[in-house]
């Protein structure tokens, strides 16, 4: 039977190998404009070739390395689910403190109306927003944005309820700091663990409903490579290539399982009551 | 339990207003004049103006919006913006392969999720806890229609046991139709169950430690009772709130997978309504899937008070 | 109905219960350390100590109700009777609940919230009696009776929801009575009560030990509960047994520097001498259970050099019967 400190140990290794693993496919992401291959060269000469020394995930159906491809696909995945991210933590925080510090009538104005956002299946609402707005990288990141205010909002909300208990946010009510004041300088800090933890979870969130905007079109639009509209592609090589579809899948899966890991780590760290 | 019931009811309805609303003007800000695609490319003005009055989209927002909500109450959905059909005719077909497929993913997610979160919080940190948790991982990570095309590989390509792609009605035949559902039910379990595993696990782990765990096994009951009628009996009720999330996950996921898999549901069909800028059905599709998103959150409510005896028995004391 | 009368005949259904060489460790720290004593049949041994002087620890590893994962229970023996509870071929099943029963501190939570009183109160019974459903309902009526609940019958189908704090206690007591055991542990089965409930459910368990004779560990910090409700006395400190005696003769007159200290914080309260009530200064130590001197030298404030090694737990030179691990009443020293 583990013990603790063994238990805590696994947990603690699992968290750097996340980290690190992070770091490397960001990196590489970031490199891919300046990897040999660019993505949009097409070498006729050599469609749907298995994987190789010279393409390692193969090529893809206009003979473009699927590898190098996958990397400018993860960028693009990168920027826009962290740009969804950012997104929704300066739109669902302040609403969230505003929520939990004013109370009463606007509490229940804000909190209801992300009820209704919260309504919809969050894939069918980035399917709605981005048919509003129109397919594109732009528009996915809105779409994206928007679906993860309701869940930030909440996440603030609650843990500066918590935090408003405390006797340091009546001190500073007393000696005369406004709303934004305390706000800014006593709530925010207070509330940055829990708001961190939800930030790096959607992050993954973000990335595996791109992905599924992307497939069915709603993405960043071609020849701009994603990793989405590469998996949709490859389903008419099932049967002639099957690898095609390896490279993208795997890298989703496991920035995702990275991203969950670290979400998981971090709460374990920041928050250790929860 | 009445009582409860009727307040459900009542709070579900500004959420659908709401929602409808939200819905509504979501689409009236759309790029794109419906009136003028219908008409033609190269209609006059006076054409798509003529069109424009026919689909009632010169009036203002508001009577707009209340003539449409008047509709929906008597199952008027409009008519398709490019066939011209009605759309509660076109929706109607694609209700059933979806409900067939939902249904398929909730009861093999619960089922799945179930026992194994079970079996890993009776046991924790046991090889199969581990196991169970590292492919739950996994699970949760991978995108729902990379899952289902690896499936197809393998299972319709390599190995031809299964329909790669396409539905068989269960009215050509029982055995026909739940092998062309087995894949894409799959693909929702393997995404789904995870979450009812990991909530269901955690619920376990905690509920191990409460005091009336303790007080039973100082009954001297067998384990076997004390993990049954104790242990996940308790945990379940909580469990119960985590099928609400599922329940969103799989509306959604939904109409991913009946794109890999050629499945004629609701989610093909809004795929498609999007590609023609179909208004009116996407709007009607958004709008069922929201209805039939609060309607099941209701009912996982209401499930939750018939488990919870506190609220069962409310009326008396 | 045979096990009814074989209840009622009985006229000490007590067993004898010892405990050697008690050990628990939660994660590698010690938190009872070498504990021992024995239950006459029939006698109410009252535990003494302050939170986390590892009373309520000792009981339950004793009887095995800590959770194995956290918690590493040692042990010469644990006997009731003849029986060993522990060691190998120790058996497991038929003892716990059927010939011991526990009641817990908060009965608010003892009760599993989804499960019928009546369900409760049962299915243990049936498990170990092996009565069927009817039999075993018209012993739960009986024994909602016993405790002093009105309308049993129909309060049966209800759920601990419905019942206030100190009904939830009864029906415990009722739970842990419902296979006629021979002993009776209560882990400060009032603490979580209100005060005007406390004694109710203190003449109720004591009222029942009296007609059926049990053997009983009552576990306070209450000191001046053991008055009434114990025979003997066990004071617990850090983790140790510091001194164990009759009731009456350690109350009187405690050896032990730390019972002597409590009984008379206790004393200036009732008293209310002056302003000034008594305590003893500083706290226990944290890893007391550890500490290879005495784990109250600290705080003794008759404190000499053999302190820094262990006093073992010797009989006082006036009682055989009385217990202390202090060097004070080592015979060199009093010599």
């Known amino acids: ?274 | 339990m009445l009582g409860f019931v009727l307040k459900r009811l009542l709070q579900a309805i500004p959420v659908l207003l709401i929602t409808s609303l939200l819905i509504f003007v979501g689409m009236r800000l759309s790029p794109g004049d419906p009136a003028a695609m219908l008409a033609g490319n190269d209609a006059s003005a006076e054409t798509i103006a003529a069109v424009r009055s026919r689909l009632g989209l010169d009036q203002s927002y508001a009577t707009q919006y209340l003539k449409w909500l008047g509709a929906l109450l008597t199952g008027d959905l409009g008519r398709s913006m490019v066939s011209g059909l009605p759309v509660s005719r076109i929706v109607g077909e694609r209700i059933a392969p979806t409900l067939e497929l939902a249904t398929g993913g909730l009861v093999a997610s619960l089922l799945l999720g179930g026992v194994l979160g079970t079996l890993a919080g009776l046991q924790p940190n046991s090889l199969l806890d581990r196991m169970v948790s590292a492919v739950a991982a996994l699970g949760l990570a991978a995108p729902m229609f990379w899952t289902g095309m690896l499936l197809v590989a393998v299972f319709g390509v390599a190995l031809k046991w299964l329909p790669p792609a396409g539905r068989v009605p269960f009215s050509q035949g029982l055995g026909a139709a739940l092998a062309s559902l087995a894949m894409p039910v799959a693909t929702l379990a393997i995404a789904n169950a995870p979450v009812i595993m990991r909530f269901l696990r955690d619920s376990i782990q905690e509920t191990r430690r409460a005091d009336y765990v303790r007080a039973a096994h100082a009954k001297g009951l067998s384990k076997t009772v004390v993990a049954r009628d104790y242990i996940v009996r308790n945990s379940l009720i909580p469990t119960v709130t985590a099928a609400g999330i599922l329940l969103g996950n799989l509306i959604g996921g939904a109409a991913l997978v009946e794109i890999v898999f050629s499945w004629p549901g609701m989610g093909s069909l809004l795929v498609s309504a999007m590609g023609n800028r179909d208004y009116s059905v996407i709007q009607a599709v958004l709008l069922i899937a929201v209805f039939g998103f609060v309607f099941a959150n209701l009912i996982v409510d209401l499930l939750y008070g018939l488990l919870n005896p506190r609220i069962r028995h409310a009326d008396q004391h | 109905m045979t096990t009814m009368i074989a209840a009622e005949t009985r006229a000490t259904a007590g067993a004898s219960f010892e405990v050697d060489g008690l050990t628990v460790r939660f994660s590698g720290k010690t938190a009872v350390d070498n504990v021992s004593f024995r239950v006459a049949p029939g006698e109410a041994l009252g535990i003494v100590g302050e939170s986390g002087s590892g009373k309520s620890t000792t009981a339950m590893g004793a009887v095995g109700l800590l959770d194995p994962e956290i918690a590493a229970v040692e042990a010469r023996h644990v006997r009731l009777d003849m029986t060993d509870l522990r060691g190998p071929g120790a058996p497991r099943a038929g003892i716990l609940g059927r010939r011991i029963g526990v009641v817990f501190q908060n009965p608010m939570v003892a009760l599993n919230p989804v499960l019928t009183i009546e369900r409760q109160l049962t299915d243990h019974m049936r498990q170990h009696l092996h009565l069927d459903a009817r039999a075993a309902r018209a012993r739960a009526i009986r024994l909602l009776g016993e405790v002093g609940i009105t309308d049993a019958a129909r309060r049966l189908s209800f759920y601990p929801f419905q019942f206030s704090g100190g009904m939830l206690q009864r029906i415990t007591i009722a739970m842990a009575l419902a296979c006629d055991p021979e002993l009776l542990i209560a882990d400060e089965p009032t603490t979580a009560l209100d005060a005007t409930v406390q004694a109710e459910v203190v003449d109720l368990i004591l009222s029942i030990r009296r007609s059926r004779g049990l053997s009983l560990i009552w576990i306070t910090h209450d000191l001046a509960l053991l008055n009434r409700v114990a025979d003997r006395v066990a004071v617990m400190y850090a983790g140790r047994l510091v001194e164990i005696g009759p009731a009456d003769v350690l109350l009187d007159h405690p050896a032990h520097p730390y019972a002597a200290g409590l009984l008379a914080s206790v004393q200036s309260l009732w008293t209310g001498e002056g302003a000034e009530f008594l305590t003893i200064e500083g706290a226990p130590p944290p890893n007391g259970p550890e500490m290879p001197g005495c784990a109250f030298a600290p705080r003794c404030p008759r404190v000499f050099d053999r302190c820094a090694t262990r006093p073992p737990m010797a009989s006082t030179p006036a009682d055989a019967a009385h217990g202390v691990a202090c060097w004070l009443f080592d015979p060199k020293v009093q010599a």
């Open chain 1, 1 to 274: 039977m583990p013990t603790s400190t063994e238990r805590t140990s696994r947990g603690r290794r699992g968290f750097v190998i996340a980290v690190v693993f992070l770091l490397i496919a960001c990196g590489l992401a970031l490199l891919a404009p300046v990897l040999p291959f660019a993505p949009y060269t097409k070498m006729t000469t050599a469609r749907l070739m298995p994987p190789s020394f010279n393409a390692w995930f193969g090529t893809d159906q206009f003979g473009r390395d699927i590898f190098v491809r996958t990397l400018w696909g993860l960028q693009v995945s990168l920027v826009i689910a962290g740009a969804a991210v950012l997104t929704s933590l300066a739109i669902g925080v302040p609403l969230g403190l505003v929520a939990a510090y004013f109370g009463r009538w606007s509490d229940s104005l804000i909190m209801r109306g992300l009820d209704a956002l919260l309504a919809f299946p969050s894939l069918l609402l980035a399917i709605g927003v981005a048919a509003i707005i129109g397919p594109g990288a732009v528009s996915a990141t809105i779409a994206l944005g928007i679906v993860g205010v309701p869940q930030m909002a909440r996440i603030a909300r609650g843990a500066a309820l918590a935090e408003q208990q405390g006797l340091y946010v009546d001190a500073a009510r007393v000696v005369g700091v406004g709303p934004l004041g305390i706000m800014a300088s006593h709530l925010m800090p207070n509330i940055l663990a829990p708001v961190v933890v939800q930030a790096t979870l959607y992050f993954a969130i973000a990335i595996l409903t791109e992905a599924g905007l992307s497939f069915i079109g709603l993405g960043v639009q071609v020849p701009r490579p994603s990793l989405g509209a590469m998996l949709s592609d490859s389903r008419a090589y099932t049967v002639s290539a099957p690898w095609y579809a390896l490279a993208p899948g795997l890298t989703i899966t496991a920035v995702v399982l990275a991203l969950n890991s670290a979400a998981d780590g971090l709460r374990a760290r920041l928050d250790p009551q929860r």
